[in-house]
């Protein structure tokens, strides 16, 4: 039965838009907004549904190896004082480009002219090529490696050799099994990469031995996930950092879980415990939670997002993900563009051979029409005759507005749920989430939609909170200082001369 909530909820798109009408809608085009408004629109209640399943999987994953949400352990053992020092190289292999980075941590010294500058970067952006998401090992690791040579040339002078190498981190933000931080075997390719010959690999491994081969004055000390990244660099700067999240083209977050509860860790590894043989400690887990509900028990899916599975490399992976990342907002926008044109609703003067091109779209497109304030929505027809090469009529820009509504609010909403399961399962009642990605930080609404979902599901209203206890903040340079700051831990650990285990180093 429907609950009278639910009823209320479920109100028509025309009472929860915040959108002003522009243009009124054919009938036919007002009642397929109908239908898109009841496929795409997800209650409170049903949020609640969604994140009673997803503790379910997180504390699955917790407990053995190979469930569906996998729950990376990541050897990163506590969060930073904010005292870190050091000099680190870090990479960053993203979705489209790849990054190298030095970065100075200055911790808590004194002398800076600026205290509030905690460390500094020198850095070079190389956008991948396009063929790269489905080259071979091979060609991946050998064009990172001529980059890094590249960096080390122009940036580095000759200060490093084989006797000083420079430490350098690796932030492959992809779901990896650790069993030590300068180690991950690649579960699957996601956000659309399909290499050949890395899954059921070391990435590390091979990375390194590119590196050798190359001879540069490099040592791998740490691999690590963006989402542990972005936790580590704003725990720099800002206590009450609870979680990391990324929010961009791929979805996921990181916090620290403490030893005890993660059973499936080996209850004789020498590295988790205590001077008395009891585990103890923490460690961030890297959930990959994009993978909830691969097995379509509780997302609502519609055909759109059926379409985006079958197509992508990895069908019936990553599903959470398919619904709610900035790689596939822009290109469900699109498969609905095609479908009302195919039923004649829309562009029915002009075809654009654009719309009819898979990805087309990305999620500015939709963040750019959110964003429109221009008179008479100038911009958003700019957008659509540069993009796709349409002109649009004022009811075509009136839809499209909608729906880019639609898609964008069912993602901020889902998105907030993968938070609410991790500090529903953790007791976790205040704090900071520190986001990045693009949809978090380019996108100009993601927050607010985000905050107001979170609230309904932990019934913040109904508590009578003054303020919300749970707050997303834009999260520091996690892939650059946050995996500096990691391998410098790493190597302030490997430098103490009483550990309470050797066997925490790599081996
Ligand atoms: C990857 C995660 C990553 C996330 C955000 C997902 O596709 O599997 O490792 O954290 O994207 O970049």
Redesign the pocket.
């Known amino acids: 039965m429907t609950s009278s909530k639910e009823l209320i909820a479920q109100d028509s798109w025309h009472q929860r838009s915040e959108l002003d009408d522009m243009a009124d809608l054919s009938p036919e085009l007002e009642k397929e907004m109908e239908r898109l408004d009841k496929e795409f629109w997800i209650s409170g209640e049903k949020l609640k549904k969604i994140v009673t399943r997803f503790r379910d999987e997180l504390e699955e994953g917790l407990q053995e190896n190979g469930t569906n949400i996998p729950m990376n352990v990541t050897w990163v053992h506590r969060l930073p004082t904010g005292k870190e020092k050091g000099t680190i190289l870090t990479l960053d292999l993203?979705?489209t480009n790849l990054r190298v980075c030095k970065v100075t941590l200055h911790g808590d010294s004194t002398d800076l002219k600026d205290p509030s500058q905690k460390y500094t970067l020198d850095q070079e952006q190389y956008k991948l090529p396009g063929s790269i998401k489905t080259a071979t090992a091979e060609e991946l690791w050998t064009y990172i490696a001529e980059k890094l040579s590249d960096f080390i040339d122009q940036k580095l002078g000759g200060e490093y050799n084989d006797t000083n190498k420079l430490p350098l981190g690796f932030t492959f933000?992809?779901?990896?099994t650790q069993e030590r931080i300068d180690h991950a075997i690649l579960q699957t390719w996601?956000?659309g990469f399909d290499i050949e010959g890395v899954e059921g690999q070391d990435a590390a491994a091979q990375l390194r031995e590119k590196i050798e081969e190359r001879k540069l004055p490099l040592e791998l000390i740490c691999v690590i996930?963006?989402?542990v990244g972005a936790m580590v660099a704003s725990a720099y700067n800002d206590h009450d950092t609870i979680i990391g999240g990324?929010f961009?083209?791929?979805?996921?977050a990181?916090y620290m879980s403490s030893v005890p509860s993660i059973k499936k860790l080996d209850p004789n590894d020498a590295r988790l415990k205590d001077s008395d043989g009891h585990k103890s400690g923490q460690m961030a887990i890297?959930c990959?939670y994009?993978?909830f509900d691969n097995a379509h028990r509780v997302l609502p899916l519609t055909k759109y997002d059926a379409q985006i599975d079958e197509k992508s490399p990895r069908p019936g992976e990553?599903a959470f993900?398919k619904f709610s990342?900035g790689l596939y907002l822009g290109e469900i926008f699109r498969l609905v563009l095609v479908e009302l044109t195919d039923k004649g609703l829309i562009f029915k003067n002009a075809q654009s051979d654009k719309l009819r091109k898979s990805y087309t779209l990305d999620t500015g497109f939709l963040s750019q029409m959110e964003d429109d304030e221009s008179r008479g929505f100038a911009d958003t027809r700019r957008l659509f005759k540069d993009v796709l090469g349409l002109e649009v009529t004022d009811e075509e820009i009136e839809l499209s507005r909608r729906l880019a509504e639609l898609i964008a609010v069912r993602g901020a909403r889902l998105c907030a749920c993968g938070v609410a399961a991790i500090c529903l399962k953790e007791g976790i009642e205040k704090g900071h989430v520190a986001a990045d990605?693009s949809v978090a930080n380019k996108h100009p609404k993601f927050k607010k939609r985000w905050a107001k979902a979170l609230g309904e599901i932990l019934d913040w209203e109904e508590k009578g909170l003054q303020e919300d206890p749970i707050i997303i903040t834009s999260a520091e340079d996690g892939s650059g200082v946050g995996c500096a700051i990691i391998a410098a831990m790493e190597l302030e650990w490997r430098a103490k001369p009483t550990k309470a285990c050797a066997s925490r180093v790599s081996i």
């Open positions: 993203g979705g933000s992809y779901p990896a996601t956000k996930n963006d989402t990324i961009g083209t791929g979805c996921n990181a890297n990959e994009g993978a990553q993900e990342a990605g």
